[in-house]
């Protein structure tokens, strides 16, 4: 294995990226910061708020391999979970200080580690990836999805996030005005479109935002109930 020292901020902001040689995919790409970089591209292009966020969490498990000196190809169960061990109680050298203090590129992590949500979400997102990677034959295999589960935790006080009835209806109504208003730009048009369903599904579907970031069209599918055509959002 090849190790080239890099600087490149305007992809991953990566410091390190590993060459194995590998060319037996459909990406044809040979390394993982490559590949990571054509899954952000593919999965995450359209969003600033879904890019930034998928880019962090890649990062930490890059920095991980590059820890433990293994690519994502050659990551175990057993590696996934000292990764989520990581998470949830960093290392010295994953503790995140300031960024005046900071001395290692691997203090991504607050000392108190990550909640469970967003162990979560983190998993979530590299099951993401590691599904697209695994069906350009760049993996073996899904090991995120083979490794500890971690439930979501229920936030005791969504209740003092909630948003009164009438308040919902004002929303509601301001973006119908927008949506019927026929001389707005049909870009402009389009983004009301797509913010108004956003906000119909959080609020009938009670999703949080970090599930709905992540899903895609190909995970909502009608389902028949009791005679009753429902559209259910299943997560991979």
């Known amino acids: 294995m090849n190790e080239l020292i890099v600087k490149d901020e305007n992809r991953l ?7 194995d040689n590998r060319d037996d995919n459909v990406l044809g790409v040979n390394n993982d910061l490559d590949a990571i970089a054509q899954w952000l591209k593919v999965t995450a292009s359209r969003s ?21 000196d293994k690519d994502l190809s050659e990551l175990t169960v057993k590696d996934i979970n ?15 200080i300031s960024r005046a203090q900071t001395t290692s590129v691997y203090q991504l992590i607050r000392k108190n ?27 073996k295999g899904n090991v995120i999805k083979l ?10 006080k969504t209740d ?12 509601e109504n301001w973006m119908d005005e927008r949506v019927d208003n026929k001389e707005m ?3 402009e048009l389009l983004k009301f479109i797509r913010d108004r369903w956003v906000m119909h599904a959080l609020y009938n579907t009670g999703m949080r935002r970090s599930s709905l970031v992540i899903a895609r069209m190909a995970d909502i599918k009608p389902r028949e109930v009791k005679g009753s055509k429902h559209w259910y959002i299943t997560f991979k």
């Open 82 to 96: 000292e990764f989520i061990n990581v998470l949830r109680n960093p290392p010295d050298d994953w503790v995140f």
């Open 160 to 171: 003092e996030k909630a948003m009164s009835l009438d308040a919902w209806s004002w929303l």
């Open 113 to 139: 580690g990550l909640s469970e949500n967003s162990i979560n979400l983190c998993l979530r997102i590299l099951g993401n990836l590691f599904n697209y990677l695994n069906n350009a034959g760049y993996v």
């Open 48 to 68: 600033v708020d879904t890019e930034k966020s998928y880019r962090k969490e890649a990062k930490r498990l890059y920095l991980f391999c590059e820890w433990i």
């Open 13 to 19: 902001g990566f410091v390190t990226k590993f060459f």
């Open 185 to 187: 730009p049909k870009d």
């Open 147 to 156: 490794a500890e589960r971690v439930d979501l935790i229920e936030d005791k």
